[in-house]
T-cell receptor
Framework: KQEVTQIPAALSVPEGENLVLNCSFT??????LQWFRQDPGKGLTSLLL?????REQTSGRLNASLDKSSGRSTLYIAASQPGDSATYLC??????????FGGGTRLMVKP | DADVTQTPRNRITKTGKRIMLECSQT?????MYWYRQDPGLGLRLIYY???????NKGEISDGYSVSRQAQAKFSLSLESAIPNQTALYFC?????????????FGPGTRLLVL
């Protein structure tokens, strides 16, 4: 059974810092991996999707990497802003197109 | 207008009551999902449906049932609600394009069972 772990569970940083969120998974036979953002009272928004054959994906200040053999992914946020404050969820897509989610990292960026 | 809507957004009910959570989508997707989220935990899959005639159990289906009334509608029922079903419930839809599936989530329904 796939298990997904995110570290740290919570993170507080001053505005402007670069930061890294970590995601690890136990079964490397994944189809793809996604990073989502969750805001209170709102649904999840997909940020980046990395196919199993890819090493990284970039969108603006966000960069996600994937090391399938070691069961790890990182989400790098450059020059963090207060608007980045949210919970970030990692999810792996195994066979059958079902997602297994990590517990999330709650990020607070202070002005 | 939101592409994936959920009603109600908040619900308080009592132990033993039957309740239904509804999900509608305007994205035209065939695939729909129901998840629950508990504090500090990720989302866990309850049920999913790949088309109107297809219903499948997810990781934690006990105590829940679903109905896919149409391509655009997927309802989740708690037959006899219990306090440990207090959680945040999400509906999602997805499509598969060029081998890549992306899920789109509704805003969630916060359920409290007393």
């Amino acid at each position: 059974k796939q298990e997904v772990t995110q570290i740290p569970a919570a993170l507080s940083v001053p505005e402007g810092e670069n930061l890294v969120l970590n995601c690890s998974f136990t079964d490397s036979a994944i189809y793809n991996l996604q990073w989502f953002r969750q805001d209170p009272g709102k649904g999840l928004t997909s940020l980046l999707l990395i196919q199993s054959s890819q090493r990284e994906q970039t969108s603006g200040r966000l960069n996600a990497s994937l090391d399938k053999s070691s069961g790890r992914s990182t989400l790098y946020i450059a020059a963090s802003q207060p608007g980045d404050s949210a919970t970030y969820l990692c999810a792996v897509n195994n066979a059958g197109n079902m997602l297994t989610f990590g517990g999330g990292t709650r990020l607070m960026v202070k002005p | 207008d939101a592409d994936v809507t959920q009603t109600p957004r908040n619900r308080i009910t009592k132990t033993g009551k039957r309740i239904m959570l509804e999900c509608s989508q305007t994205k035209g997707h065939d695939r729909m999902y129901w998840y629950r989220q508990d504090p500090g935990l990720g989302l866990r899959l309850i049920y999913y449906s790949f088309d109107v005639k297809d219903i499948n159990k997810g990781e934690i289906s006990d105590g829940y049932s679903v109905s896919r009334q149409a391509q655009a509608k997927f309802s989740l029922s708690l037959e006899s609600a219990i306090p440990n079903q207090t959680a945040l419930y999400f509906c999602a839809t997805s499509d598969l394009r060029a081998g890549v599936e992306t899920q789109y989530f509704g805003p969630g329904t916060r359920l409290l069972v007393l």
